[in-house]
């Protein structure tokens, strides 16, 4: 798939098959997640992925809009460590992996980490260091129906052309 066609096809994925994900293809979404752009060529990232049920229905119940992780295959879950642009780091290597994810045909979605606050009780669920921050969660898996394109801002009414 060309890259522009993988973000048109992009679309937040709630409700997932209960077809497991195959290591390959969670691997090609971490891949895709740590070649990222990043400040100062830091790559400050870890990623955690999780495919047990129990530990995915814990996350569900304690991630606050993000109960249907328990239903996901799997759950990629960005970390950080405590640098200068973790966000911006952290938040491209999120959006790299949903971008693959739309790539390979899977279906995610982009829960949020950084100001929650289950951020800690996740960490610690994952028995991560406390010198990583938490930057999203991404359950996926194959999609139970077509994922439908929410409605963007009509191009001319976000672009200008050197001034607003």
Known sequence: MKTLDAISKRASVREYQSRPVE??????????????????????????????RKTLEKIGQIADHGHFIRDAACCIAVFCKDTKYYLEDGCAATENILL?????????????????????????????????????????????????????????????????
Do not use: M
Not at 23 to 52: C, S
């Open 100 to 164: 693959a994810a739309a790539d390979l045909g899977l279906g995610a979605c982009w829960v949020a980490g950084d100001k929650k606050t289950y951020t800690h009780e996740v960490s610690t669920l994952l028995g991560a260091p406390p010198n990583l921050k938490l930057i999203s969660l991404i359950p996926a898996g194959w999609p139970k129906a077509k994922p439908e394109q929410t409605k963007n801002r009509n191009l001319r009414d976000v672009l200008h052309w050197e001034k607003f």
């Open 23 to 52: 290591k390959a293809l969670l691997e090609k979404l971490v891949d895709a997640g740590r070649r990222a752009p990043t400040a100062r060529a830091v790559e400050p990232w870890e990623f955690a992925v999780i495919t047990e």
